[in-house]
């Protein structure tokens, strides 16, 4: 948004530069606090955005009206923006960014505050935004919404770039083996397998003579798995499934993380993890 300046590095958007503002026509943007103090309703906020982005009064005001049912505010335009909710405060934030139906969406915490029917609502704005080819970057610390919505993620800490690419091959890069779900198994085979087999995890269902114990064998690499399969075949076992391991993105950020971990600084800095995220 060029609000502050980058002490190395350039930054350039639509192949224009950051401090170009004549990009920025095309931008819609939500804060991290989208209402400050106003005594203008929840109707004349908008308005006054949109007129801010050249649009007509006419046109201001199909936008506005067709914005408010959009984000279920309508009953609320005329309602002073500083009485709404800080979910509602989230609503108006989220139709103030997408006036001008902007081809660049820039969002700071864009579920913050909100319930599950906001949440979906945000979810559906911002697939809504992305399907007629707008470019959306959003910042959060909800790893759920992340993978989710985007296509590509960048990680962050301690101004540090750890990993940014692709989701999925993110994650495919960060193999997580095979999961097998077997059955009729006992606790001297079990123990046997241990050598190639990270982990061992019993179904919490009480096994009985009709319902055997399952099992979850995690098998890290791919050439030990025809050995454990045939292993627990000979051994009386039965194999129920095998599948390709999923890490998920937030056991992902946690590896990242960890494995990167930077020097800590002192606590005299009072700075901390949390707060540099």
Request: charged fraction near 25%; glycine fraction near 10%.
């Amino acid at each position: 948004l060029g609000s502050i300046r980058p002490v190395s590095g350039s930054i350039r958007v639509s192949g224009r530069a950051v401090d170009d503002v004549a990009w920025k026509s095309s931008l819609g943007y939500l804060p991290e606090l989208p209402v400050r103090s106003s005594l203008l309703t929840v109707g004349e906020g908008l308005c006054y955005s949109a007129r801010l982005s050249g649009l007509s009064d006419d046109a201001s005001r199909r936008q506005v009206a067709a914005l408010l049912e959009r984000v279920d505010l309508a009953a609320l335009a005329g309602q002073p923006l500083q009485r709404l909710s800080k979910g509602m405060r989230q609503r108006f934030g989220l139709a103030q960014a997408l006036i001008g139906e902007p081809t660049i969406l820039l969002l700071d915490e864009p579920m913050s505050g909100l319930d599950p029917f906001g949440r979906r609502l945000a979810r559906e704005l911002v697939a809504e935004a992305r399907a007629r080819g707008a470019t959306i970057l959003f910042s959060t610390h909800n790893l759920g919404d992340v993978e989710l919505l985007s296509d590509r993620v960048a990680l962050l800490d301690y101004g540090r770039l750890l990993g940014c690419g692709r989701i999925a091959d993110l994650l495919s890069a960060a193999d997580g083996g095979f999961e097998l779900l077997v059955t009729d198994l006992s606790p001297t085979v079990r123990s046997s397998l241990g050598a190639v087999v990270r982990e061992v995890v019993t179904n919490p269902a009480p096994a009985t003579p009709a319902t055997p114990a399952t099992l979850r064998l995690h098998v890290s690499d791919e050439r030990d798995l025809p050995h454990v399969i045939e292993f627990i075949l000979a051994a009386g076992g039965h194999v129920l499934s095998v599948n390709r391991s999923r890490i998920s993105l937030e056991d992902w950020f946690f590896r990242m993380v960890e494995t990167n971990a930077p020097v800590r600084r002192d606590a005299g800095s009072g700075l901390s993890r949390e707060r540099q995220n």
